[in-house]
């Protein structure tokens, strides 16, 4: 079925709310703008992306250690980062109705600044302040007092403790270079224009792994960990041809980066972002080095060479992938003359792996069902469910992308087998009861 995109985006937005997976921040107060909250189904989800983005980088290799720092950092980082002076957008406001906008909005007509400029919003001519340069980074005050002195900034990207701990991580974990370091946590940004759902908000999270190498080798690790992450992605299970290559030109490239390459996933809003592969060189030790006075070079023994180390970056945002599989999943079949909603999600991310029912709440089968429930839930998320026609329930799970459906019914009565049914092929099978747990570990834990 062809749906309008701004379509499937609504309904996406609307089966996530209705099942589970994400509510609007503070709703009851009207909401926050661009900011989001996992459901009890979205939770699971968004932390199977993250086990799964921890296991490949961090537990599968003996090459790369993994790290958790803090949100707030000393200043100074920020200094060095380049984020004081660099992290900006240019902002035009309106005089007359006080909005603000981006100072390439698309939406403006003449430019800013000047009398022709039109306000998209208001309408009026020549209201329109020139561009002025606004922070993305969120400020705070560290300590009692709000003075100038105690601003502490919450971090705008998870990179910087990476690079402020790299000795600290070398010399205790007794690694050599060539290593990574690999951190999951939240970052936020003040985004002047976010939107389409949880895609750009101002509260998010990322899982960025920063690899350290020998200047000379980076361009070759360069394309190791592109080689490598796009195949991450498409072990999510997510259609093939709506993965590609995006190569930063000379004009896009920030102000860190030798050469960077975005993963794009094709969404109903167009193509996008979902990761960044950075050969950031010698900048961010390179400045860190300058602004603490601290020395951050390697001394390489086989060499006996000295150097600062050169580091390839693989930076992915946890709530964008989370979104890429959903909006990969989601699809709309017609079955037997009704509209069947499924979330097709890879068995692994799925948040709940089996829905257990009993047909009818009589003949002991809600009983057995109990007990079937328990031992599977023992080992995997699982939902029970008695209420209302087993269509029904099999449809509620299918939203929810619930792989497995397992029916205790009148035959399992006599012969202890259960139904148990596929979410996206529809087709059931009967297996013994005391099988049940291992059949759906065989199909839940492939990689
Ligand atoms: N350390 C490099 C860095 O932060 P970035 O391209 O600005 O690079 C990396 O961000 C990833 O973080 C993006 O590919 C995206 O997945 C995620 N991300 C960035 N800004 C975001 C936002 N406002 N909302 C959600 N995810 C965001």
Redesign the pocket.
């Known amino acids: 079925m062809v749906m309008a995109d701004t379509t499937l985006m609504d309904k996406l937005v609307s089966l996530c709310k209705r099942r589970g997976f994400v509510f609007q921040s503070s709703e009851i107060y009207g909401g926050l703008g ?1 900011v989001w909250d996992y459901g009890p189904l979205g939770v699971e989800l968004k932390k199977n992306v993250k086990d799964r983005w921890w296991r490949a980088m961090v537990h599968a290799r003996d090459d790369i250690e993994g790290l958790d720092a803090a949100i707030l950092m000393h200043p100074r980082v920020w200094e060095a980062s380049g984020h004081v002076a660099g992290f900006t957008d240019p902002l035009v406001d309106c005089r007359q109705c006080k909005n603000r906008f981006r100072a390439d909005d698309p939406r403006i007509k003449g430019t800013p600044g000047q009398p022709d400029a039109q306000c998209p919003v208001c309408g009026s001519k020549g209201t329109l302040t020139e561009p002025r340069l606004f922070n993305l980074m969120f400020k705070t005050f560290m300590g009692p007092v709000e003075e100038q002195a105690a601003v502490v900034y919450l971090r ?5 403790g990476i690079y402020v701990n790299y000795l600290n991580v070398l010399q205790s974990s007794r690694q050599k270079i060539p290593f990574g370091i690999a951190q999951i946590g939240k ?1 936020f ?1 003040n ?1 002047i224009t ?1 939107g389409n759902f ?9 899982m ?1 792994m920063q690899f350290f190498v020998k200047p000379g080798t980076d361009a070759e690790w360069f394309e190791r960990w592109r080689e490598w992450r796009m195949e991450w992605h498409r072990d999510l299970g997510l259609t093939p041809s709506r993965l590609r290559w995006h190569q930063h030109g000379p004009d896009e490239l ?1 102000h ?1 980066a030798r050469a ?1 390459f ?2 794009e996933y094709e969404f109903p809003f167009g193509w996008q ?4 592969i ?1 050969n950031r060189g010698d900048f961010d030790l390179g400045r860190h080095q300058e602004f603490s006075g601290k020395k951050l070079d390697y001394f390489e023994q086989a060499a006996n060479e000295r150097f600062l180390p050169y580091i390839v ?1 693989t ?7 989370a979104l890429t599989i959903l909006a990969d999943a989601y699809r709309e079949e017609q079955v037997e003359g009704e509209t069947r909603v499924v979330l097709g999600l890879h068995p692994a991310l799925a948040p709940i792996k089996a829905g257990v029912f009993p047909l009818v709440k009589k003949d002991g089968m809600p009983e057995l069902a109990t007990s079937l429930y328990h031992d599977v839930k023992r080992r995997f998320p699982s939902f029970y469910d008695d209420s209302g026609a087993i269509g029904r329930r099999y449809r509620r799970m299918d939203e929810a992308g619930t792989p497995f459906g397992i029916t205790v019914d009148g035959e399992t009565l006599t012969d202890r087998t259960v139904t148990v049914r596929q979410r996206d092929s529809m087709q059931q099978e009967r297996v013994a009861m005391d099988r049940v747990a291992d059949y759906i570990g065989e199909r839940v834990s492939g990689e």
């Open positions: 661009s705008p990207e998870t990179a910087q970052a940004r985004e976010p949880i895609f750009r908000t101002r509260e998010f999270e990322q960025e920030a860190y960077a975005d993963v972002e979902i990761e960044g950075h970056e930076s992915a945002g946890a709530d964008r992938v």
